[in-house]
């Protein structure tokens, strides 16, 4: 009981330190909005990368951070038509099908004001915040199309404008791009570049006069690329740098079709999301007033790797969506169809399979709104290890749960009659673009690595030249812990922030938390900054802190949950449960296979393997039959 | 009976040791007629074995002297027909027809074995199965523990020991009907089928264990040569064999060695070509050889285009630019460096040798050929143009290309020695 009330009091005491100036000034939810960029302090969210240090920041993820009632109400207002609208009148089918979103559609999505979520209302846009956005992506990713159409519309295509565009920049474009009068799209990838910069091969030239640059070459997979009238280019410049030297450095651009030498290529046929339009654009000599330089020229790599970094949370949401809306269309067949007089919900394999989606949306769901609440915090919080988390869970999740739904219908999932292959084959694309998920754990891991090595290296050198000292210090708290046994990180008990049902799993993932901190501590002790090599132990860091942040969101949620008493509270603490108790085990296994010699641990000779088959570019095993004599 | 006779007159003609193999041949021939026969047979020849053993071991091969020139006249009157597998079955069958009771039949198969590379049937394993079909069958199985305990009949177990080596040296894997054949020549427990299920044991385990097989039978065209030994030397899938100039002859002039033309075929894989481009031009680079590369029995020779290692002095560590991944930091700002415990790299004392730009092969090696290569891979490298390029050419012994040359199936032609390599020694 005094933990609820402490639960909540220290959520209305955050509520008031947070937004009783806002309020006070500005009457409106998305006034607020646009108060994001009144930048007061600049804090630094370090939930994450405390994690490496086996520490839990507990102010960051508790109480789960939530809107205020007028927020929620004007975001039921947007839901409502937005999910009418996909009801009725999208066709994913025919999308699907003729590879294309008909014009009413999109007209019907411009009407809705999707095209410009995120745009602040000066700009004609709807000015939603982070969370807002991530609600109504449950709804618009029904239709992976049209969702990767939007998202390449403005979270990445227009996003450059907005996060470091000017004041002129933004008033020219940013009101026809939010009445989706205008597309945008994002040209970075090229033939020879994917996340290497260096290999950028497009060019942008000044003019003789130097009010002009010339834009050439050639851009692929570029999401919109045939509908788009504005497009966010990435081109390399020469820029002479302090030292009088000349360098090559990457220059955002806007470019406008009119411009004139933009042409596209046909638009690609691709697995899934088909009727989103990808196809390759080409510069030919177009000419880009010097106006147009987004930020300031050769400070493009900044702002690609900002916009890349933005706009991965609402995969989170835009998955749970998904499996939300699969579960309601398998559960009915499940408890429809009967085989030997049971239906089929009575089998445990197929009961499994709806935990495991009820599990995986409701952990996606909760990653995705805890980040954006903590994105929506003021100060421009830096979220993007916990943005790519969520990326990294939902893409996987997603694919496992179609996967699962596809399986419990049987026949009925791999028709075409049915629109389940159709989300299978659109949900494939989630764990490749945006960064692939191994980019990402890499991004994630290296990211805390660098954080947590800046803090511990005068300790790890201490310890390498045998200060007995510190050596001493360091037994001195192993004995400790291997006394008192269990590790107090202060989330349950008197001060605790999780709720007493939960206590368990708090535990368990204090546990975790205290463990991964040793373990961060010896990869570096053992690594150094070579660790950058060690792919397969960064993936299984990734593994641990994705697991960690998960367990994290779900706690927090189920605790405001059963502390305010939302509906079906318990089945949520069931789910938080089971989910950290999983969790907790996987990380273990995890944590054993990073210990030095570990016999869990393959990687040698998965490494030889690789090797073996790569140097001969095949399988090279004999065939089974083959013989000898 | 007939036997004693026989016995008789070749005492007469006072040939010892080969009298008792004779008399031991003869007993088998007797074998047929009753187990009482049979084992003092048996025990006679147990006798003979000892006796046969001491003599050979004493003078070794000799010993074959007489009966020998008949069966390798045998095999000549066939050269002079011809020398293939058809004549050479004629010759055994020839053999195995003369005479019921194969008389000389160990000489004759030793005679046979020395003779398959003649034929050219040193790898046919048909072949070697009915030379073994030559030995008569079931006489020479031990029938009792005494037999099966001594060395029973010696020389054709020799003899059979001695064609199953051969197959080994030749690397012919026996198959089943050999073994058939053996079992019924000399039953399951003898020397011959120890040797065969020893072969069937090490052979297969050691077919593949060579990671880069040569084929057996290699390209004729050596243009086509040149190509397997270059991809063979390159190891590199993505590198790519060009032709710089295909060989032709201008058979209207008179003296056709002059005029004609030599191939020049060279291979080059992306990263040396990189490697070629970041080459400071104002070094030379160094066009060597030739270099042996033996193909089987074949040897051929190639030339590489190459620097001397960088100096440690002009060696750049090029800092990792920080904008380069738009993902994930490509390196840590960490003051922290590899424990030494995980530090599994080998303390190895590491002569650096320089980079080797593109390998050739020319059927001739003078420097005006090879310039041709030079010229050709200048068009994809530039640089080949600015930086001098010096031509170390060595001389072939020609010990080593007599070896190449003498063997059967080497290719002639192919080691044709360029005209200004003076004779020097290796």
């Known amino acids: 009981m005094s933990l609820n009330r402490l639960v909540l009091f220290s959520k209305s005491v955050r509520c008031k330190n947070l937004l009783t100036p806002l309020i006070g000034q500005f009457r409106s939810v998305t006034t607020i909005q646009s108060q994001r960029s009144f930048r007061t302090y600049a804090r630094n969210l370090v939930y994450a990368k405390d994690l490496f240090l086996g520490k839990v920041n507990k102010a960051e993820v508790f109480p789960y951070p939530e809107i205020d009632k007028e927020e929620l109400e004007e975001i039921k207002q947007f839901v409502g038509p937005v999910e009418k609208f996909f009801n009725e009148d999208v066709d994913s089918k025919r999308i699907d099908h003729e590879a294309k979103i008909p014009s009413e559609t999109l007209n019907g999505l411009k009407e809705l004001g999707l095209f410009g979520m995120q745009v602040p209302e000066e700009y004609g846009g709807l000015g939603l915040s982070n969370t807002m956005y991530a609600r109504l992506g449950e709804i618009i990713s029904l239709d992976g199309s049209i969702a990767v159409t939007l998202a390449a519309h403005q979270a990445i295509g227009l996003k450059g404008i907005l996060i470091a565009g000017n004041e002129q920049q933004k008033a020219k474009y940013l009101p026809k791009l939010a009445a989706g009068q205008h597309v945008a799209a994002f040209c970075l990838t090229e033939p020879g570049s994917g996340s290497d910069a260096a290999s950028i091969q497009t060019r942008a030239t ?163 709104y805890l980040t954006a609440g903590m994105m929506d915090r003021p100060g421009m919080p830096d979220c993007s290890v916990e943005a790519a988390m969520v990326k990294v869970f939902s893409s996987e999740g997603a694919w496992i749960c179609v996967s699962e739904a596809l399986q419990v219908l049987g026949g009925l999932g791999y028709v075409k009659n049915y629109p389940f292959e159709r989300f299978l084959r659109d949900c494939r694309i989630l764990l490749i673009f945006e960064g692939t998920n191994e980019i990402l754990r890499m991004y994630i891991a290296l990211t805390g690595m660098q954080y947590a090595g800046k803090i511990l290296t005068g300790k790890i050198k201490e310890m390498k030249k045998g200060n007995v000292g510190v050596v001493l210090q360091m037994l001195g708290k192993k004995v400790r812990e291997s006394v008192s046994s269990t590790v107090d990180l202060g989330l349950t008990g008197n001060d605790g922030v999780v709720h007493p049902s939960l206590a368990d799993s708090a535990k368990k993932f204090e546990e975790n938390v205290y463990y991964f901190g040793t373990t961060v501590e010896s990869l570096l002790y053992r690594y150094g900054k070579t660790i950058v090599d060690e792919q397969l132990v960064l993936k299984r860091v990734a593994d641990v802190l994705i697991n960690l942040y998960a367990m994290t969101a779900v706690l927090s949620r189920a605790s405001r949950s059963i502390s305010i008493g939302l509906r079906n509270h318990d089945h949520e603490v069931l789910l938080a449960n089971t989910f950290c108790s999983d969790a907790y085990f996987k990380n273990n296994f995890l944590m054993a296979q990073l210990q030095k010699n570990a016999p869990e641990n393959n990687d040698d000779s998965m490494k030889k393997i690789a090797k073996e088959v790569l140097e001969k570019r095949a399988y090279i095993c004999s065939h089974p039959l083959e013989r000898t004599f | 009976m007939n036997c004693a006779r026989r016995l008789a007159r070749i005492t007469i003609r006072g040939f010892a040791p080969y009298a008792t193999v004779t008399a031991r041949e003869s007993a088998k021939c007797l074998n047929p007629y009753g187990s009482g026969v049979q084992t003092l047979r048996a025990f006679h020849a147990g006798f003979g074995h000892l006796k046969d053993q001491s003599v050979s071991r004493g003078d070794g091969h000799p010993r074959h002297e007489g009966s020998l020139v008949t069966h390798d006249s045998l095999f000549e009157q066939a050269a002079v027909e011809a020398r293939t597998k058809a004549m050479f079955n004629r010759v055994l069958e020839v053999f195995v027809r003369k005479d019921i009771r194969r008389r000389g039949h160990v000489e004759f198969i030793y005679a046979a074995l020395r003779k398959m590379p003649e034929f050219g049937v040193e790898r046919d394993i048909t072949v070697y199965n009915k030379l073994l079909d030559v030995f008569p069958k079931e006489v020479f199985v031990p029938r009792n523990f005494i037999q099966r305990m001594f060395n029973h009949y010696p020389r054709q177990q020799e003899c059979a020991v001695q064609l199953l080596e051969q197959m080994e040296n030749y690397g012919i894997l026996p198959n089943v009907e050999t073994k058939v054949l053996l079992v019924q020549i000399f039953g399951e427990k003898s020397h011959p089928m120890r040797k065969y299920q020893r072969l069937m044991y090490w052979f297969p385990k050691f077919k593949h264990t060579n990671p880069y097989p040569v084929p057996q039978d290699l390209p004729q065209d050596p243009l086509d040569l040149a190509r397997l030994s270059l991809t063979r030397v390159a190891a590199d899938p993505d590198a790519c064999v060009t032709v710089y100039q295909m060989p032709s002859t201008d058979v209207s002039e008179t003296i056709v060695a002059d005029v004609s033309l030599p191939y020049v075929v060279g291979i080059q894989s992306p990263e040396q070509r990189s490697l070629l481009a970041k080459h400071n031009a104002s070094r030379p680079v160094f066009v060597e050889g030739p270099f042996p590369l033996w193909l089987r029995k074949t040897c051929v020779y190639y030339y590489v285009l190459r620097a001397d290692p960088v100096p440690p002095e002009e060696k750049v560590q090029e800092p990792v630019d920080p904008e380069r991944s738009f993902f994930y930091p490509l390196e840590l700002d960490l003051d922290l460096e590899r424990d030494l415990g995980d530090d599994d790299s080998f303390d190895v004392d590491e002569v650096e040798e320089g980079p080797i730009f593109a390998m050739c092969m020319a059927s001739r090696g003078d420097q005006a050929t090879l310039a041709k290569w030079i010229a050709g891979l200048q068009q994809t490298n530039p640089v080949l143009g600015r930086a001098p390029t010096l031509f170390r050419l060595e001389s072939v012994s020609r010990e080593i290309q007599r070896a190449g040359e003498s063997e059967p199936g080497a290719e002639p032609g192919l080691e044709e020695e360029p005209p200004h390599r003076q004779a020097m020694k290796q």
Request: charged fraction near 25%; charge should be neutral.
């Open chain 1, 206 to 368: 000044l003019t003789e006069d130097g009010k002009h640059f010339l834009i050439n070459g050639s851009k692929i997979w570029i999401s919109n690329g045939g509908l788009a009238d504005i497009f966010t280019v990435f081109a390399r410049t020469e820029v002479v740098d302090k030292d009088g030297q000349k360098k090559n450095k990457i220059t955002a651009f806007i470019v406008e079709r009119e411009f004139g030498g933009v042409t596209n290529g046909a638009p690609e046929d691709k697995l899934g999301i088909r009727g989103s339009n990808t196809c390759e654009v080409v510069f030919d000599n177009t000419k880009v007033p010097i106006e147009n330089v987004i930020g300031e020229v050769g400070g493009g790599f900044k702002v690609a790797m900002n916009i890349l970094n933005s706009g991965r949370f609402s995969m989170g949401g835009a998955c749970a969506g998904m499996i939300k809306k699969l579960i309601e269309l398998t559960s009915e067949y499940a408890g429809t169809r009967k085989q030997f007089n049971k239906s089929l919900s009575e089998f445990g394999m197929i009961q499994e399979k709806f935990a495991t989606m009820a599990l995986n949306a409701f952990v996606m769901e909760s990653m995705a």
